[in-house]
């Protein structure tokens, strides 16, 4: 950290190598006994960066780095455990970090007045004691997303100056006294929940002038001064008032004493037990540890009606009837064919397996059948190594990408085992990778569904030639590698336990509309037989041969690989080079130190359109990524911190040749 904010003389105590923050009393360190628990260095005029090595810091409860003009983003990893974080007025690019997913004890996060952009992750569904968030100050876009729904605890939420899009109902639950959204481009209508909010400040978004609609049927908002207009007219009609609530009591008594005799006589009812049993679970779902983000991921894609249905006249008899026709607790399904994630009997062991939410959602086979036009060859995007891909396309225009896995990998194995697949990867949510949208698990087919990415991927873009295709620019190239570095990183750093993907290549890179890269095919490791003849044909690190040596090391390799590609244009394995140039790796490591050669390797099409020293950089990245052995190669968080740093350095290099050309121009005249 020291290093990445150049050393600041300013830091009494501190130094570059070795030390006792405790012991030394090192400047803005708070510590108990030995460890290091609070980081406060709050208009210390510091610049440069943090690092990447925050969440060794284990013990930091409190990080402030406030007023100062740090720069570059967010590390992705923080300290883990921390309480207090306030970053606010600074230079910090990107966005919010989703690593801020993982730190369930967060009370306090301000990462206002800095430069942040790009949309916030579904990322809080864990963050039950946050209680004080600001984001304002930033250039933040797009929807607030579902998961602020779970933020149970929060009274005091910053919105203000950013590009924030539409509705705020994701606000209407929430405990909040203090409230500022002003100057968004918020749609729609301010619930009436946070109308009575003291501290509401909405001004400068584009509210609907036309009345809001109704609220769903039994709910009934009011405001504060309706209230207090109907507590002025109440004194004529109170005497009338007690009159009819004292009838309407007496009423209600006979009528609950007449059930509670009914009920008495059928309690041995089967309907009823099984009613009874179907509702308890669900009560004893909600108190034996699931969280309040399970429960409401339960419900979604219900209507409110459906919701009011289940919760008002479950006790009827067609609620009966309906709960004893299927195991899914009383659900509809919806005209798409689509259910809920936990309304079926297959996704019962999902729901038992994870304390986390489920956010896949169950789609039936007819219903990917007629998306796909019965799988047809038309609609077949790629086949890999453990089945084929197909374009799924909806009347509403949604396109989706089914990933139909080959049936005679399930030979031999568990029942159960692709639900414990799809409970696995569900857990995965990275803004870099390829997000899983939904299942199918039925007639002997299973099938995952993940987001449609319009690009393609990274292999079609690099080798396939069409006639209306762009090459990609070299800012573009890094940006696509620091992306899939970044979700390489989560799997291995961030999820726990760490996933190694086995798999990576730069088929299994998918670009989006703004080609932004999204890596897909993790999770599945389990069906490859984790040899060499399984993975991306010259993606294979050398001790692929032997699988038990497969680690994340060997992850490292192949992303370096993909690197290759990027620099060169080039596919991994290509019979159609002369013989010494058909095996990329072979071919290109002894050139990547050497600057002539290098300019010679780099991609033709982009027609010497990049900065020079930046393809060095690149290149040594590279080298170290493609090293013979495993021990040698750099964790992928370094990658990650190598790619930000060749980022940094290529912005001053742009902004020194251009000082100097038009110094140039000047001289000449």
């Known amino acids: 950290m020291f290093k990445y904010?150049?050393?600041?003389?300013?830091?009494?105590?501190?130094?570059?190598?070795?030390?006792?923050?405790?012991?030394?009393?090192?400047?803005?360190?708070?510590?108990?006994?030995?460890?290091?628990?609070?980081?406060?260095?709050?208009?210390?005029?510091?610049?440069?960066?943090?690092?990447?090595?925050?969440?060794?810091?284990?013990?930091?409860?409190?990080?402030?780095?406030?007023?100062?003009?740090?720069?570059?983003?967010?590390?992705?990893?923080?300290?883990?455990?921390?309480?207090?974080?306030?970053?606010?007025?600074?230079?910090?690019?990107?966005?919010?970090?989703?690593?801020?997913?993982?730190?369930?004890?967060?009370?306090?996060?301000?990462?206002s007045h800095n430069q942040l952009n790009g949309e916030l992750s579904d990322m809080f569904g864990s963050l039950s004691k946050l209680n004080s968030m600001d984001l304002s100050f930033n250039q933040l876009k797009g929807n607030l997303p579902l998961s602020f729904t779970n933020l149970t605890s929060l009274t005091s939420l910053?919105?203000?100056?950013?590009?924030?899009?539409?509705?705020?109902?994701?606000?209407?639950?929430?405990?909040?006294?203090?409230?500022?959204?002003?100057?968004?481009?918020?749609?729609?209508?301010?619930?009436?929940?946070?109308?009575?909010?003291?501290?509401?400040?909405?001004?400068?978004?584009?509210?609907?002038?036309?009345?809001?609609?109704?609220?769903?049927?039994?709910?009934?908002?009011?405001?504060?001064?309706?209230?207090?207009?109907?507590?002025?007219?109440?004194?004529?009609?109170?005497?009338?008032?007690?009159?009819?609530?004292?009838?309407?009591?007496?009423?209600?008594?006979?009528?609950?004493?007449?059930?509670?005799?009914?009920?008495s006589r059928r309690k041995s009812s089967p309907s009823s037990h099984f009613l009874d049993e179907e509702m308890g679970d669900q009560h004893k779902g909600l108190t034996s540890g699931k969280t309040q983000e399970f429960s409401t991921e339960l419900y979604k894609g219900i209507s409110e009606d459906e919701k009011d249905h289940k919760q008002v006249d479950s006790t009827t008899s067609t609620a009966i009837k309906s709960l004893q026709r299927a195991p899914s607790m009383g659900l509809k399904t919806s005209p798409s064919g689509r259910v809920s994630f936990s309304d079926n009997e297959f996704a019962s062991h999902l729901i038992v397996s994870r304390s986390t939410?489920?956010?896949?959602?169950?789609?039936?086979?007819?219903?990917?059948?007629?998306?796909?036009?019965?799988?047809?060859?038309?609609?077949?995007?790629?086949?890999?190594?453990?089945?084929?891909?197909?374009?799924?396309?909806?009347?509403?225009?949604?396109?989706?990408?089914?990933?139909?896995?080959?049936?005679?990998?399930?030979?031999?194995?568990?029942?159960?085992?692709?639900?414990?697949?799809?409970?696995?990867?569900?857990?995965?949510?990275?803004?870099?990778?390829?997000?899983?949208?939904?299942?199918?698990?039925?007639?002997?087919?299973?099938?995952?569904?993940?987001?449609?990415?319009?690009?393609?991927?990274?292999?079609?873009?690099?080798?396939?030639?069409?006639?209306?295709?762009?090459?990609?620019?070299?800012?573009?190239?890094?940006?696509?590698?620091?992306?899939?570095?970044?979700?390489?990183?989560?799997?291995?750093?961030?999820?726990?336990?760490?996933?190694?993907?086995?798999?990576?290549?730069?088929?299994?890179?998918?670009?989006?509309?703004?080609?932004?890269?999204?890596?897909?095919?993790?999770?599945?490791?389990?069906?490859h037989e984790r040899t060499s003849q399984n993975l991306g044909v010259g993606y294979n690190a050398p001790e692929c041969t032997d699988p038990s040596a497969y680690t994340q090391k060997s992850d490292v390799y192949s992303f370096g690989v993909v690197m290759l590609e990027l620099l060169t244009g080039r596919m991994p394995l290509d019979s159609n080079k002369p013989k010494s140039e058909q095996c990329l790796v072979r071919w290109a490591t002894p050139q990547l130190h050497d600057i002539d050669a290098l300019g010679r390797m780099v991609d033709p099409a982009l027609c010497g359109l990049y900065p020079t020293k930046a393809v060095s950089r690149f290149a040594d990245i590279i080298a170290l990524c493609v090293q013979v052995e495993p021990g040698t190669r750099p964790p992928t968080s370094q990658v990650v911190r190598e790619l930000l740093l060749l980022v940094q350095h290529t912005s001053m290099q742009m902004k020194e040749e251009l000082s100097s050309s038009r110094r140039t121009e000047d001289s000449d005249y």
């Open 357 to 527: 939410s489920v956010r896949a959602v169950h789609y039936s086979l007819a219903d990917l059948q007629s998306a796909t036009a019965y799988f047809a060859t038309g609609r077949l995007l790629g086949v890999g190594s453990i089945g084929r891909v197909y374009r799924a396309k909806y009347e509403d225009g949604k396109i989706l990408a089914v990933k139909k896995i080959d049936s005679s990998l399930f030979n031999g194995r568990r029942p159960d085992e692709f639900s414990d697949i799809v409970a696995s990867i569900s857990k995965f949510n990275h803004p870099n990778m390829a997000g899983l949208v939904g299942y199918c698990s039925e007639q002997g087919q299973n099938m995952l569904i993940y987001e449609y990415y319009r690009n393609g991927s990274l292999h079609d873009f690099l080798h396939k030639s069409h006639d209306f295709s762009k090459p990609l620019t070299w800012n573009t190239r890094v940006r696509i590698a620091l992306g899939t570095a970044r979700a390489i990183a989560y799997l291995h750093e961030v999820c726990s336990p760490p996933l190694i993907h086995k798999n990576i290549k730069s088929s299994n890179i998918l670009l989006d509309a703004e080609l932004n890269p999204h890596l897909s095919d993790y999770g599945l490791a389990n069906f």
């Open 5 to 111: 904010l150049n050393y600041p003389s300013q830091l009494s105590g501190w130094k570059a190598n070795g030390g006792d923050p405790c012991g030394d009393s090192w400047e803005g360190i708070g510590c108990s006994g030995s460890s290091v628990t609070e980081i406060k260095l709050s208009n210390y005029g510091l610049s440069g960066q943090l690092g990447y090595e925050l969440s060794n810091m284990k013990s930091v409860q409190s990080f402030v780095l406030s007023k100062n003009s740090l720069s570059g983003e967010i590390p992705y990893q923080l300290p883990p455990n921390t309480i207090h974080i306030d970053l606010s007025n600074n230079g910090f690019t990107g966005t919010v970090p989703y690593s801020i997913s993982q730190m369930t004890g967060l009370q306090d996060l301000d990462v």
């Open 158 to 263: 910053h919105l203000e100056n950013n590009k924030l899009t539409g509705s705020i109902n994701v606000l209407r639950a929430l405990p909040l006294n203090e409230l500022n959204v002003e100057n968004n481009r918020f749609t729609g209508w301010i619930p009436d929940e946070l109308k009575d909010i003291n501290n509401l400040q909405t001004g400068g978004n584009s509210w609907s002038t036309v009345p809001a609609p109704p609220p769903p049927p039994g709910v009934h908002h009011h405001s504060h001064n309706e209230d207090e207009q109907k507590s002025a007219e109440g004194g004529l009609k109170s005497a009338v008032s007690v009159v009819i609530i004292g009838a309407t009591c007496l009423g209600v008594l006979l009528v609950v004493a007449l059930l509670i005799a009914l009920i």
